[in-house]
């Protein structure tokens, strides 16, 4: 009787672990395959970033002063308020920071604070009501150029 009991619990065991493999699995693919529109960009120059909750946006910037902010925040990991000014674009996301808005900054004075997710979602008020600097609290995981 104890063998029949000891069979069954590694039997559910066994099922359940292959339920949250699978699970797992399909959440890195979903994640995974939006990728590819989340970082859509137009330069060869760009970097991704990720913000306060795990979200990512590619970044251009037209200003090598900028870049070169950006790229001594990937090398330290530092994390800083990354945005600009939000601009409609054919991405996951439905917008961009504007590349010629750039801004990298410890403290945001004149701009909104926010998160990708946040912009993304309430894309009328970012373009049409604040039009101004919005800032997203973001570390710099990728750089490309």
Same mark, same amino acid.
């Given at each position: 009787?104890?063998?029949?009991?000891?069979?069954?619990?590694?039997?559910?065991?066994?099922?359940?672990?292959?339920?949250?493999?699978?699970?797992?699995?399909?959440?890195?693919?979903?994640?995974?395959?939006?990728?590819?529109?989340?970082?859509?960009?137009?330069?060869?120059?760009?970097?991704?970033?990720?913000?306060?909750?795990?979200?990512?946006?590619?970044?251009?910037?037209?200003?090598?002063?900028?870049?070169?902010?950006?790229?001594?925040?990937?090398?330290?990991?530092?994390?800083?308020? $990354? &945005? #600009?000014?939000?601009?409609?674009?054919? !991405?996951? *996301?439905?917008?961009?920071?504007?590349?010629?808005?750039? @801004?990298?900054?410890?403290?945001?004075?004149?701009?909104?604070?926010?998160?990708?997710?946040? $912009? &993304? #979602?309430?894309?009328?008020?970012?373009? !049409?009501? *604040?039009?101004?600097?919005?800032?997203?609290?973001?570390? @710099?995981?990728?750089?490309?150029?």
């Amino acid at each position: 009787m104890g063998l029949k009991i000891l069979k069954k619990n590694f039997v559910i065991l066994s099922i359940l672990i292959l339920a949250i493999t699978f699970a797992t699995l399909v959440l890195v693919f979903v994640n995974d395959a939006n990728y590819p529109s989340k970082t859509k960009h137009d330069t060869l120059r760009w970097i991704v970033i990720v913000d306060s909750h795990e979200d990512i946006i590619a970044v251009e910037t037209s200003s090598r002063e900028v870049w070169d902010t950006l790229k001594a925040l990937y090398l330290n990991q530092t994390e800083m308020w $990354i &945005g #600009g000014i939000v601009e409609e674009y054919n !991405n996951y *996301w439905g917008f961009r920071f504007r590349p010629d808005s750039i @801004v990298v900054a410890e403290i945001t004075i004149e701009g909104a604070q926010s998160n990708i997710q946040g $912009i &993304g #979602g309430d894309l009328n008020y970012w373009l !049409n009501v *604040w039009s101004k600097q919005v800032y997203v609290l973001a570390t @710099v995981s990728e750089l490309h150029e």
